[in-house]
């Protein structure tokens, strides 16, 4: 596992930004072999997408070969809402990139059977070759997609009821009110994050440095999800200084040196 520590939360976005073209660039797809990449919504990665539209658009990166699959929506949301993941992933990314609408995989939270749904897009993920690069935040209670404490660390897309603390968290985006957030939304579990070929993690703001601490320096617990990657052989957690208030100096100043070392040979396009 490494981590990534930056000075500000606009570091982490645009560090994130550059690792995310350096991966497909280095891979070089083409219509015989796409990029496959895992996305998240929610504030952390808005700066990431940010830059990689500035990217686009400058020419200096294509999204024409790159598949994506959403990590979660909201059950029984219109899509076009304003608050669906669909419309935060048109609106801050898909609609100002050259990316083609019939590569973009995003859950269906009004499909008639959501089971059914769910299912299938871990079938159309495994029909993509698998996920390259797996990018997604974690919540102040460190979980990862919906997988709220206690969810399991093998679970698949699945439907999952969300508790008090997500529901209240996502009220701002509701206006504040409570019972506009929706109950249920489907998500991709811990396992199919686990099973990317790669994984980023971006996390930002003291309000999620307790959950940066369990994820490197605590044990896998199934209460504290993202503690699970602990597992994956290649996972990147990026943050801001203000995310490492609860780690002890030497595990920030370990990684610090670390990255100095060895930033430069691991992603070599990175500037
Ligand atoms: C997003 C997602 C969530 C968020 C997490 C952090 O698709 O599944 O796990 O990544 O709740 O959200 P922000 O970035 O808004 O703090």
């Not at 700066?47 to 029984?76: H, I, P, Q, R, W």
């Not at 269906?108 to 993509?128: P, S, T």
């Not at 701002?172 to 070929?197: H, K, Y």
Request: one cysteine or more.
């Amino acid at each position: 596992m490494r981590l990534v520590i930056k000075d500000t939360s606009d570091d982490v976005s645009l560090w994130s930004a550059l690792y995310v073209k350096a991966r497909i660039l280095e891979a070089k797809p083409d219509h015989r072999k796409y990029f496959v990449l895992g996305l998240p919504t929610g504030g952390t990665p808005k700066g990431m997408y940010l830059e990689l539209v500035k990217m686009c658009k400058a020419g200096e990166l294509s999204f024409k070969y790159v598949k994506t699959f959403n990590m979660d929506e909201y059950v029984g949301l219109d899509r076009d809402h304003p608050e669906s993941y669909h419309s935060f992933m048109w609106e801050n990314l898909f609609k100002h990139i050259d990316i083609h609408p019939d590569n973009v995989n995003i859950l269906d939270g009004n499909a008639e059977n959501l089971v059914e749904e769910c299912n299938g897009f871990e079938k159309k993920i495994v029909e993509a070759g698998g996920i390259d690069l797996f990018i997604g935040g974690i919540g102040p209670d460190g979980h990862i997609a919906f997988n709220e404490p206690g969810s399991s660390l093998v679970s698949k897309t699945r439907v999952k009821t969300l508790n008090k603390e997500t529901i209240v968290a996502n009220s701002r985006f509701f206006g504040g009110r409570e019972c506009d957030v929706p109950t249920q939304a489907l998500t991709v579990g811990v396992q199919t994050i686990l099973d990317a070929r790669e994984v980023m993690i971006l996390i930002t703001g003291s309000h999620k440095a307790l959950a940066l601490h369990y994820a490197i320096e605590e044990g896998i617990n199934h209460m504290w999800t993202v503690t699970a990657l602990q597992q994956h052989p290649k996972a990147v957690f990026v943050c801001d200084e203000d995310a490492t208030l609860e780690l002890k100096v030497k595990t920030v100043k370990y990684f610090k040196d670390l990255m100095t070392l060895h930033d430069k040979s691991i992603t070599p396009n990175l500037g």
